[in-house]
C-alpha cells in the first residue's frame, strides 16, 4: 500500500549543535543552501532556526531570519517555510537557589519571541505552547502577554 507523506527538516536543529558537528550550517547563507538542497531532496517543509555567524550559537535576530528566508525564497524551491519560535522561553534554575533563575536561562516576552515572524510572514511557524521540562535540567515556559 503506498501512502503520501510530507517530509520536513531542520537544517541546523535548536541548541547547542554546532559543537557536536561541523556540518551544521551557522551563516544565513549555509542555511539557505541546506535548505535549498533538501527541497531538492524531496523535502515539503524546512523548520528554521538562525545562528550568529560569530559564534554558531542559536539566535533571534530578525535581520538574520530576512537574510535567511529571503535567500530561500530567491532560490527557486517550492517548499514550506516554518520558522521557530521556540527561543525565549527557557528557565535553568540556579543551583544556589532553584527559584531563581541561574546560567542559561532565556526568557522574553511574546511579542519578542515573534518579531522575526511578524517581519518574515512565514507560511507557518512553530510555537511551543504550554510548559515542558527538557532533559530534567531545565523547563521551557511560556510567558504571558
Given at each position: ?39 531538492n ?61 541561574g546560567?542559561?536561562?532565556d ?13 518574515c ?7 511551543d505552547?504550554?510548559?515542558m521540562?527538557?532533559?530534567g ?9
Amino acid at each position: 500500500m503506498n501512502y503520501d507523506v510530507i517530509i520536513t527538516c531542520a537544517v541546523t536543529g535548536a541548541g547547542d549543535t554546532t559543537s557536536r558537528s561541523e556540518l551544521v550550517p551557522i551563516t544565513p547563507r549555509q542555511v539557505a543552501d541546506a535548505a535549498i538542497e533538501a527541497a531538492n531532496a524531496g523535502a515539503a517543509v524546512c523548520h528554521i532556526h538562525v545562528r550568529d555567524p560569530q559564534t554558531g550559537q542559536g539566535s533571534r535576530d530578525v535581520a538574520l531570519f530576512e537574510e535567511t528566508l529571503g535567500l530561500i525564497r530567491d532560490g527557486g524551491v517550492d517548499m514550506v517555510i516554518n520558522l521557530t519560535a521556540g527561543m525565549g522561553g527557557d528557565w535553568v534554575p540556579s543551583e544556589a537557589d532553584p527559584s531563581l533563575p541561574g546560567p542559561g536561562t532565556d526568557m522574553i516576552g511574546p511579542e519578542e519571541r515573534m518579531a522575526h515572524v511578524v517581519a518574515c510572514k512565514p507560511d507557518i511557524c512553530s510555537l511551543d505552547c504550554g510548559t515542558m521540562n527538557f532533559s530534567g535540567d531545565y523547563t521551557y515556559i511560556n510567558t504571558a502577554p
